[in-house]
C-alpha cells in the first residue's frame, strides 16, 4: 500500500511524505480518520503494538524537481533534506519504508536515539 501525506504549518507545504507498508498487515490504517492528523509511526504503535526493533536512516540534501517545486510553491534548485527510512519489526523483517521531502529553509531535524 502506498501513503502519500502533504505536511503544512500555517498552510504553508513542509515536508511531503512517501510511505509504503504491507495491505494485508496494515489495511485499517488506510481508512483511519487519524492518517490527517498523526504521525504513522504514532498509528501503527497505538493500532498494532509495533514499534521498530532497527531502523535504517539515510538522509541528503537535494534540490527540487519540477514537480516538487509546484507542490512546495518554490522555484525549481531550491532545498531539499530527504529522509529515508526503513523500520525493522524484527531483525531482517521490513515493515515500513519512508521517503521524506522536507523544505531545506523550514525545517531543522534533532534525533534522539535510547536503548
Known amino acids: 500500500m502506498f ?3 502533504l505536511r ?3 498552510n ?3 515536508s511531503l511524505h512517501h ?3 504491507s495491505y494485508d498487515k ?5 481508512s483511519s480518520d487519524r492518517l490527517e492528523s498523526e504521525q504513522l509511526c504514532v498509528l501503527i504503535e497505538d493500532e498494532y503494538g509495533i ?3 532497527k531502523v535504517l536512516e539515510t538522509l541528503e540534501s537535494m534540490t527540487t524537481t519540477e514537480e516538487v517545486s509546484q507542490i512546495f510553491e518554490t522555484e525549481k534548485g531550491y532545498p531539499l533534506l530527504i529522509l529515508e527510512d526503513i523500520m525493522y519489526e524484527e531483525e531482517a523483517k521490513p515493515y515500513e519504508y519512508s521517503k521524506v521531502i522536507f523544505r531545506g529553509d523550514k525545517v531543522k531535524l534533532k534525533y534522539e536515539f535510547n536503548n
Open 26 to 30: 496494515f489495511k485499517e490504517i488506510y
Open 8 to 10: 503544512l504549518v500555517d
Open 12 to 14: 504553508e507545504p513542509i
Open 51 to 53: 514499534t521498530p526493533k
Open 19 to 21: 510511505t509504503y507498508l
Open 3 to 5: 501513503i502519500k501525506r
